[in-house]
């Protein structure tokens, strides 16, 4: 443990550095600084929520469902910031590359942690909600740290793979900006899973950060929310996203691992 300590020891304290460093810029010259971490995805869910609760009377059947509604935004805007800032991070941190040679890992681990804090204070403002509405909590809920696990292991994935493909090719900026437009209504954030016929509803969440996001809110906000296993009549269905994840990793992993020897020529 003491010699794996000495090896990381450096990667650890850049990586400390750089998660700092990421939080304080973030808002830095802005007038409401970090609170805008908890106005952003207030002001999203005061904008869905008129238009698609109110007007429209979308999820009129769901429990909840403001609280529903916001949790869905809250890990959507963590999989959203992980993901899109990690496209131009190694290119963006091009100056200290080429002088200094470190793990180029650190960079990508350091955005998602940098998320992840931005995430942890997100649900702070999600607990408030829930005891204002009066959502009571279930032991199910002790599971939700897997789920969230589940999702920055398939972000982070992703950051490697995006970050190491935009050092090479620089569209990939635009593409995945179309991805996640796409992803955003393919995904059930703003609307439940019994408006759509069932096939639809069955191949949406396959995909991983669906999966996710309706699991999480049937361990934290009702038992009533429609999750992959109700919709096959199996928890086995689960290793298909699961699997899905385990793939990704392994082919980011190595691709990042691959083509960062090359970063410092590249960048």
Not at 8 to 24: E, G
Not at 207 to 217: E, G, L, T
Not at 220 to 237: K, M, N, R
Request: hydrophobic share 55%; charged share 15%; glycine share 4%.
């Amino acid at each position: 443990m003491k010699r794996l300590q000495q090896r990381y020891r450096y990667s650890l304290i850049l990586l400390k550095q750089l998660v700092k460093t990421d939080f304080k810029l973030r808002y830095q010259g802005s007038f409401l600084g970090y609170l805008w971490s908890l106005l952003r995805p207030l002001a999203l869910f005061v904008i869905l929520y008129i238009v698609f609760a109110r007007f429209l009377r979308f999820g009129e059947a769901v429990p909840n469902f403001p609280v529903y509604l916001l949790f869905g935004i809250v890990l959507w805007n963590y999989f959203v910031e992980v993901t899109s800032n990690s496209v131009s991070a190694i290119v963006g941190k091009g100056d200290l590359i080429r002088k200094l040679n470190f793990p180029k890992y650190v960079i990508i681990m350091s955005g998602s942690l940098s998320a992840l804090i931005n995430l942890g204070i997100n649900m702070i403002v999600l607990a408030a909600f829930m005891w204002f509405t009066g959502v009571d909590l279930r032991i199910e809920a002790l599971l939700l740290p897997i789920v969230l696990a589940e999702l920055f292991v398939f972000a982070l994935a992703l950051a490697f793979l995006l970050s190491a493909l935009f050092v090479k090719f620089r569209d990939i900026t635009y593409i995945w900006e179309v991805v996640l437009q796409a992803g955003f209504y393919a995904t059930p954030i703003i609307y439940p899973l019994s408006l759509i016929p069932d096939i639809a509803a069955k191949l949406l969440l396959l995909s991983p950060v669906a999966q996710i996001i309706q699991d999480a809110r049937y361990l934290l906000i009702t038992p009533e929310t429609t999750t992959l296993s109700q919709l096959y009549g199996t928890h086995l269905v689960r290793l298909i996203p699961l699997s899905v994840i385990l793939v990704i990793c392994i082919f980011s992993v190595t691709y990042f691992r691959k083509r960062s020897k090359y970063f410092a020529e590249e960048v």
